[in-house]
């Protein structure tokens, strides 16, 4: 099982190999359907999921190695401890999973049981909501396009529900067929004629779900004003010169010549003044979380404020991120609004803080996260920023958090994301994170921006449609034109109650026994 949950994390992004699904997740089926009680199918969950979370989680171990000479001790536990900490996620469903018949309910109440328990990361401490299964189908491009639309009904849960049961009963067929010949211990479907049903349910449940995406594609557009023209600000810094506190002054200054050449690059693509109808669109810059060493400079530095502003002439605003200290003297990871002026008309607080990272759970006897970590904030929130169509600053992490992401009771018209992803090197980790920009763009019906350290910062529309990126360890700056918003989507409305419902919904069917043919005949 070890092994199966390990080649499951195939599926998820930079990867995205859906079809090894079809062979893992029914072996795992059947050793639930053989299981000789709960605990034996909790253990084999158990198993999977520590390999399945082991192997998509393995580059947590580089944010450890740029300070390893501090924490070498620490080393084995980021990916490892995570794993064994979410394993319980999935040996939960695989326990209760025993309380359906054996054969396709129990299929049913794995999947539902899947879903809710992987909703309920979101739990976990401060939070660990990443990588659901879901996100394997924002595959890069078209493809992608296509097969995340129903995200903006269902959301990303919604999705996983689908691909995990797709994955079982389409996978349970396909192997049931290839066996057809042999006495094999566990078969769901034995007779032809049942493979074939599923078969068709499979193609069916494919074809409207991308027929429903092609008329949403075709049929939605956008409302209302367009959205600024945003300069994503990618200064590249290593990491290991941040935590260092290297080069400060060079560093802000490659952000002020970056930031210069941007605003010069967006005022380019504004309509020519001549034109009887020409309207100006709103500029705006954004440098990415925690921008340059110097933990409050911004903060307490009018100067370095107005030189920021000065570099930038003609751009309505700034988003800054960089860490700050509050009144209580707790340091909090933030965005700061600027004003042409320099004066911050805005701040933002990060809500939910990465564990072990940013927070330290209180257990945990050592002291792993400087300080104790840092102070969360209230949530999200919607600036009214002068000049500017209202935007949701969003700090990194947060992006993972389906339907946690907008405030509902004041929707902005686009969304903005400072991230850091130069902890993780170039790996699956920041293709990983991504995928939920993307998601969350699509579950919104809001285009989004992204700056990041180093890389990848991107644009995308309320589709979850690319408009523009500058890759990982590229230095320079991302101009874009962000569409106006999409209306809101059944998702935005209702958030993860609908997919929540749905997977309720789908583990109580495992429950109805069918009647057989001689009661509908009254025999």
């Not at 903006?152 to 996983?160: E, F, K, N, P, Y």
């Amino acid at each position: 099982m070890l092994g199966m949950g390990a080649l499951s994390a195939l599926a998820l992004p930079p990867v995205h190999c859906l079809p090894i699904l079809l062979l893992t997740f029914p072996i795992l089926g059947c050793a639930l359907n053989t299981a000789p009680n709960w605990k034996k199918a909790a253990w084999a969950g158990a198993l999977f999921g520590f390999g399945f979370y082991a192997a998509n989680l393995y580059w947590l171990v580089n944010a450890v190695m740029i300070r390893a000479e501090e924490f070498w001790w620490f080393v084995p536990f980021p990916s490892l401890g995570c794993a064994l900490i979410l394993a319980p996620m999935v040996a939960a469903p695989a326990a209760l999973s025993r309380l359906a018949p054996a054969g396709p309910r129990r299929l049913l109440a794995f999947a539902g049981s899947w879903t809710l328990f992987d909703m309920g990361r979101v739990f976990l401490f401060s939070g660990f909501t990443w990588n659901p299964l879901g996100s394997a189908l924002a595959i890069p491009g078209t493809v992608g396009d296509v097969l995340i639309q129903p995200a903006a009904w269902i959301g990303v849960d919604g999705l996983t529900l689908f691909v995990v049961l797709g994955a079982l009963f389409g996978g349970a067929a396909l192997q049931d067929a290839i066996r057809a010949r042999t006495d094999h211990p566990c078969r769901f479907f034995p007779h032809r004629v049942d493979r074939l049903r599923i078969a068709a349910c499979f193609v069916a449940v494919i074809g409207i779900s991308l027929a429903a995406s092609m008329i949403r594609l075709h049929s939605v557009h956008p409302v209302g004003e367009p959205g600024p023209i945003a300069v994503l600000v990618q200064g590249n810094v290593p990491e290991t010169e941040k935590v260092g506190h290297l080069n400060p002054r060079d560093i802000f200054t490659r952000y002020l010549h970056l930031t210069a050449d941007g605003v010069l690059q967006a005022h380019k693509l504004q309509p020519r003044s001549d034109f009887p109808d020409a309207v100006t669109r709103p500029i705006v810059f954004l440098w990415p979380e925690t921008s340059f060493p110097g933990s409050t400079l911004l903060q307490d530095s009018p100067r370095a404020r107005r030189m920021i502003m000065n570099w930038a002439p003609g751009a309505d605003a700034g988003f800054i991120g960089a860490l700050r200290v509050d009144e209580d003297g707790r340091y909090r990871n933030s965005v700061l609004a600027l004003a042409p002026d320099g004066d911050i008309t805005a701040i933002y607080d990060k809500a939910r803080l990465v564990p072990f990272g940013e927070y330290q759970p209180p257990f945990i006897p050592l002291q792993i996260v400087p300080q104790g970590g840092m102070a969360a904030g209230p949530g999200a929130q919607t600036w009214h920023v002068p000049g500017l169509p209202p935007v949701g600053p969003l700090v990194c992490y947060e992006v993972i958090f389906s339907g946690l992401t907008v405030n509902g009771h004041d929707r902005p018209r686009w969304l903005a994301n400072v991230t850091n992803d130069g902890w993780f090197g170039n790996s699956a980790g920041p293709r990983q994170h991504l995928s939920s920009v993307r998601l969350r763009a699509v579950e919104e019906g809001l285009p989004i921006a992204r700056a990041a350290n180093t890389g990848i910062s991107i644009a995308y529309d309320g589709f979850g449609h690319e408009l523009a990126r500058l890759g990982w360890g590229k230095t320079g700056t991302l101009v874009v034109s962000l569409p106006a918003a999409l209306p809101a989507p059944l998702f935005a409305q209702y958030g993860r109650t609908l997919p929540a419902l749905l997977s309720l919904a789908v583990f109580l069917a495992a429950f109805i026994r069918p009647r057989r043919k001689s009661e509908k005949t009254g025999r």
